[in-house]
């Protein structure tokens, strides 16, 4: 409403009490955060901080992060950058669990690369990747049939991918690695990014993976979990 007086405009608003966050102080569940070595994808063995979102969709059969599916704490997204900081490391991976199931997770990423980190995103073939930031590195979990959560593929997501993101496939024996070929053929995934061949851990020799991969002139990369190696399983690592 306007009201002239002497000469003067004055505008009355009415306003509405809002709780709007900004960016800065959106909320998301953590399950931990810690600086270790890179295990996995090309960026093995470089000094990393782990920000580990809590909760996942799925149930595959050989995860290794079942704590994380429900313990953690809520943290502003300013307290994550805070403690991402504090480590003064230059890489920065987003992992789970399923840290696209918390939508907020889009505008962490985003302000990790604003901050200038090489930021890395972990996530499931089976969560929308059309929303994350461009310059996230993204490493797509394609799933197999040993992980019993082949049907939950997200098969459009190949689209959003470039040639700095990764695909990443679990094998947890022949069945899996001879899926693996074909889907690589059928959607012709060598065209679109780098390609991950990773064992299961404790449950498909590396040394046979690697053999078959030879025999078969695959163009792929053969990887095993240093972290594991050095460290074992576990939190934190």
């Known amino acids: 409403m306007l009201v002239v007086r002497d000469n003067m405009v004055l505008t009355t608003l009415s306003l509405q009490h809002t709780t709007a966050q900004t960016p800065e102080t959106g909320i998301l569940r953590v399950n931990e955060i810690f600086f270790s070595l890179q295990g996995e994808t090309s960026r093995v063995g470089l000094p990393t901080v782990f920000v580990r979102l ?58 990790l690369c604003d901050a200038g980190y090489s930021v890395s995103l972990e996530t499931s073939g089976a969560q929308n990747i ?41 094998l947890c024996d022949e069945v899996d690695y001879q899926w693996a070929i074909e889907t690589i053929r059928e959607y012709r995934l060598e065209r679109i990014c780098p390609i991950l061949f990773s064992p299961v851990y404790s449950k498909l020799d590396p040394t046979l993976l690697a053999t078959w991969v030879l025999r078969d002139r695959l163009r792929v990369r053969v990887q095993i979990q240093l972290h594991k190696l050095l460290w074992g399983e576990g939190p934190g690592r």
């Open 54 to 111: 809590t909760g996942c969709p799925l149930r595959c059969s050989y995860c290794d992060t079942e704590y994380a599916f429900y313990n953690g704490e809520s943290m502003s997204i300013s307290s994550i950058l805070e403690k991402v900081s504090s480590y003064g490391a230059h890489n920065v991976t987003v992992t789970g669990g399923e840290p696209l199931a918390q939508k907020k997770c889009l505008i962490l990423l985003r302000l």
């Open 130 to 170: 059309s929303k994350v930031d461009v310059r996230v590195v993204k490493i797509l979990d394609v799933k197999t049939p040993g992980s019993g959560e082949a049907k939950k593929n997200y098969w459009p997501n190949l689209e959003y991918l470039t040639r700095q993101d990764e695909l990443k496939f679990v």
